[in-house]
């Protein structure tokens, strides 16, 4: 079993930057990719990046658009999303995930809100 719990999310002004942290336990071994995912009411989920257990980022939505940037650090046990230049349009409940063993691990999501 892995737990995920998100932290770092609040309410910022259009322009500004925010760090989303991902903190892992439970077996942390056994964990291979990580990412973020967000989800706003009525729309799907979309994956927002994705990294490999080794630490190397693999995957971004086009909205992105080069303003986010993934890190892991296993010796933690934590994933951090840093997102500079936010706008209104990434305001979502974002969620870590963690792949282990063939199982699919969600966090409970943290709530960003952008205003204008």
């Known amino acids: 079993q892995v737990q995920l719990a998100e932290s770092g999310g609040g309410l910022v002004q259009a322009g500004e930057s925010l760090k989303l942290s991902c903190l892992a336990s439970g077996k942390t071994w056994t964990i291979g990719g990580m990412a973020w995912y967000r989800q706003t009411p009525g729309k799907e989920r979309e994956l927002v990046a994705r990294?490999?257990?080794?630490?190397?980022?693999?995957a971004f939505g086009d909205f992105v658009k080069g303003r986010f940037t993934i890190r892991r650090d296993n010796t933690k046990n934590t994933v951090d999303l840093q997102m500079n230049n936010l706008t209104p349009e990434d305001t979502a409940v974002y969620s870590c995930?963690?792949?282990?063993?063939?199982?699919?691990?969600w966090g409970q999501g943290t709530q960003v809100t952008v205003s204008t």
């Open positions: 990294i490999t257990r080794g630490g190397v980022p693999r």
């Open positions: 995930y963690a792949e282990a063993q063939g199982v699919d691990y």
